[in-house]
Nanobody, 118 residues
Framework: QVQLVESGGGLVQPGGSLRLSCAAS????????MSWYRQAPGKERELVSG???????NYADSVKDRFTISRDNAKNTMYLQMNSLKPEDTAVYYCKMRVADPVLRDYWGQGTQVTVSS
């Protein structure tokens, strides 16, 4: 079993910054893909950003040039640096990891609330 623990959410004013973290623990052979999703009230969960074990990244158009995803393989941890936050970024943010334990499976974090408001 693998557990994902998220941290770093909170309330921030428009234009501010937050840094989310997601740490994996348990029976981990390797982590192939790490991703951040978000779900706003009344909306479907959407992909925000992903990063492969190679370091290759992708971003939703709505967050390009504002958010930066990174990973520390030694710590099995992923980060999302969020700058120039907007009210429309308000959502619950979830991390997901595709982990070989040794079977390849997807695991989700519990979610962390990000609220952008003045």
């Amino acid at each position: 079993q693998v557990q994902l623990v998220e941290s770093g959410g909170g309330l921030v004013q428009p234009g501010g910054s937050l840094r989310l973290s997601c740490a994996a623990s348990g029976s981990i052979y390797s982590i192939y893909l790490m991703s951040w999703y978000r779900q706003a009230p009344g909306k479907e969960r959407e992909l925000v950003s992903g990063i492969l074990s190679t370091g290759s990244t992708n971003y939703a158009d709505s967050v390009k040039d504002r958010f930066t995803i990174s990973r520390d393989n030694a710590k099995n941890t992923m980060y999302l640096q969020m700058n120039s936050l907007k009210p429309e970024d308000t959502a619950v943010y979830y991390c997901k990891m595709r982990v070989a334990d040794p079977v390849l499976r997807d695991y989700w974090g519990q979610g962390t609330q990000v609220t952008v408001s003045s």
